[in-house]
């Protein structure tokens, strides 16, 4: 199947919960980055758009490659402006015609390109309309209902059948974690129900599911969090970086590799790398880049030179020109 698939990535500057979050730093890029790269990585696009009201959003999003053909009108920039809402603007404006959409939201940083792999494959077997990523819920639907603020009451709260059965017996729940939505395009219409009878649910773990899109979180609570994110994505692998002894505020600082610390470099200043270059590595510490030869760099270290690929460096975006 040929499908002309269309990655929209949503991305309004103006959240009410965290100021400028979809361009908040996370491990020295731009949040919305991730969602760009992992489209990028995932093969399946034709097109991959930003859909944004900011200018400064949309220099961002095309920094890291993709396109921001126009920025939205006032009305799919408002804040009671739908998901659906704004596809269907990007699809009306475009002059070309899709088959399918996948809708990416920058508050899902932790979603790869399997995952998108994976449940457009999913899409496909089941020749479904839509396709919605979901998590396991952390109890069961059975303990969880509304209540009555006023009276308080627990009465009936817990379904009878319910009442007496070990934790592991009871059905287990899933919750939508906001990572990956596919739309079959000539589906698509103001009245849409994404959740219609050929919509199908695409499970990920947990730990791949984490969403800051939480108005209710403190400020504190989100930058740990983040910086916590962070942690876990730079130990997985070992990548060169490069280092800025500048930090956000011109301020001079030491090897620190907290969240917003450091500034994210463009595609432009990657390109600039050459010989002479002082670089930082998370194993081998510092070193001057001595060759290059197209995508292939040698880095001279304290203990002996190693060869680098700066375009797969690159593709990891966590690296940093001083």
Known sequence: MNDKILAIIPARCGSK???DKNIKLLAGKPLLAYSIECAQESNIFSDIIVSTDSEKYATIAKD???SVPFLRSSKTASDTASSLSVILEVLGRLPHQY???????PTSPLRTSQ??????SLFNSKDADSVISVTPFSHSIAWVNTLDINTLSLHNFIKSEYLNKRRQDLPSAYILNGAVYIFRTNKLSNNFNMF???SYAYIMDKKYSYDIDDEEKKNDQIEEERRLM???????????CISSPVNKYGKRVSKSRFVEDIKA???KEMDSITIGDKIYHKKFQEGTIVEKNGDSIKIRFKDRDRALNSKVCLSKRIIWKI
């Open 99 to 105: 088959d399918i959409v996948i809708l990416l939201q």
């Open 265 to 267: 470099p463009t595609k």
């Open 64 to 66: 890291y490659g993709a």
């Open 17 to 19: 919960g965290v100021l």
């Open 196 to 198: 219609g009878e050929k």
């Open 230 to 240: 962070y942690v876990a994505i730079t130990r997985a692998e070992e990548n060169i």
């Open 115 to 120: 995952h998108i792999v994976e449940a457009y």
